[in-house]
């Protein structure tokens, strides 16, 4: 079974509006984290946000946001005031406690925002 | 701090050829990773190490070889490339994990292969 689904293999936003980019997750362990990056056209892996299994408050870093739903088991992007410069491929990952040295990532969501 | 470094950049192989990627930290950090991006996809893990000397396999660890010979240098090695092995691969490292696993991974920039 996949453990991280990203279902939007692309998107559409316009400039100055939010977007929610889906992330949903599989595992049976009570500890994980779950992580978000961003990857531009350049290539490079850019770390944007993290939450944990046992944070009660949604993770917040700037204009993200993280809206960690436990019992669906999802882990939504949102970011706020999308900018030319967010265009990019945004990738959802976990590391569980059981098997820290490892991370899973989904697939990939390609985020588009339009002038 | 230079965080992750990868050498090469790019590079062009042909079938059957031999390469090392080399891949070096200066965080002092105990774990690294090698993945590989193929087009329009997400990462997967092909090798990984907890500490120096040690390694583990990943997901796609077929037609690879990893060495941590020393803390700050992970090398992955194609013995026989062949053309599924065109790819992007990244490195990537992290500290000693505490409870929970808060770390991220750092990443290096990115080595372009391409075997024909």
């Known amino acids: 079974a996949q453990k991280i689904t990203q279902t939007q293999p692309g998107m559409f936003v316009q400039e100055k509006e939010a977007v929610t980019l889906d992330c949903t997750y599989d595992t049976s362990d009570q500890s994980y984290g779950l992580f978000w990056y961003k990857q531009p056209s350049s290539g490079e892996m850019i770390f944007l946000i993290y939450q944990g299994s046992y944070d009660e408050q949604n993770a917040t870093e700037g204009r993200y946001s993280l809206n960690f739903q436990k019992a669906r088991k999802s882990a939504n992007l949102v970011i706020s005031a999308s900018q030319r410069g967010d265009s990019a491929m945004y990738f959802c990952?976990?590391?569980?406690?059981?098997?820290?040295?490892?991370?899973?990532f989904g697939s990939g969501t390609k985020l588009n925002v339009k002038p | 701090n230079a965080g992750v470094t990868q050498t090469p950049k790019f590079r062009v192989l042909k079938t059957g050829q031999s390469m090392t990627l080399l891949c070096a930290q200066d965080?002092?950090?105990?774990?690294m990773y090698w993945y590989r991006q193929d087009p329009g996809m997400g990462l997967r893990l092909i090798h990984y190490s907890v500490g120096e000397g040690t390694t583990a396999k990943g997901e796609v660890p077929d037609g690879y070889n990893v060495s941590r010979l020393k803390k700050q240098n992970f090398l992955l090695g194609l013995e026989s490339a062949a053309p599924s092995q065109t790819s992007v691969y990244f490195c990537a490292s992290n500290p000693v994990l505490m409870t929970g696993g808060a770390y991220e991974q750092y990443f290096g920039p990115g080595t372009r292969l391409t075997v024909t």
């Open positions: 965080m002092n950090h105990e774990y």
């Open positions: 990952a976990m590391r569980e406690r059981g098997n820290f040295n490892k991370f899973y």
